[in-house]
Nanobody, 126 residues
């Protein structure tokens, strides 16, 4: 299994970025896919998640709700995170993660995910 995230960069506050995670080596449609982020000297935190198998459960962290949108394209084995109205506090390395057996009540927990991408840096300047 391989997850490859891309799309990070430097953007001014109020701007937008779109992250994409390409997956290979797995039955992608069956996997719950999530985005996490980690800022310097902080713990990895949940951003958004979308379930697999057509259930389309979607959850967001309160800090990004209304600004970020997660989506998936099972035909392309990819999951995306559209980030709008970016704030300096969104600056972090963003990771995509996936797993086939994620407990719904624990979808925001990093330990639910066995597979992780390498991370992509998002920097929002004020």
């Amino acid at each position: 299994v391989q997850l490859q995230a891309c799309g990070g960069g430097l953007v001014q506050a109020g701007g937008s970025l779109r992250l994409t995670c390409a997956a290979s080596g797995l039955a992608f449609s069956r996997y719950t896919m999530a985005w996490f982020r980690q800022a310097p000297e902080k713990e990895r935190e949940f951003v958004a998640v979308i379930s697999g198998l057509g259930r389309s459960t979607i959850k967001y962290a309160d800090s990004v709700k209304g600004r970020f949108t997660i989506s998936r394209d099972n035909a392309k084995n990819s999951v995306s995170l559209q980030m709008d109205s970016l704030k300096p506090e969104d600056t972090a390395v963003y990771f995509c993660a996936g797993d086939r057996n994620v407990i719904v009540s624990a979808m925001a927990m990093p330990n639910q995910y066995d597979y992780w991408g390498q991370g992509t840096q998002v920097t929002v300047s004020s």
